[in-house]
């Protein structure tokens, strides 16, 4: 059991760089407050176009390339709050 546990660390360290596993070294997320506006953007969305939740969730997510909201990054979120704004812009 240890044996493979080694083989296990050994070949995730010859993988991924050292600098991967060091503190503050992964990009930073957006804090809750920004998730929380992304809900209430979604929500927005939703009353001036029609379009469901699910399909807006699905565009944000394909336009970040994030498998969900609570990962899109602190440094793009000028970008995410644009996109919104974008969005609402071509309402119907």
Known sequence: MNILHGEIVLLSASILPHEAFMPGSFP???QS???NMVKYYVSQL???T???PATIYSS????FNVP???ELQEAEWERVE???LKQLGRKK
Request: aromatic share 18%.
């Open 82 to 84: 644009d996109w919104f």
């Open 60 to 63: 944000l997510f394909t336009a």
């Open 33 to 35: 407050q920004d998730q």
């Open 68 to 70: 969900r909201y609570t």
């Open 28 to 30: 930073k997320i957006v």
């Open 46 to 48: 939703n009353k001036a």
């Open 50 to 52: 029609g379009k469901s």
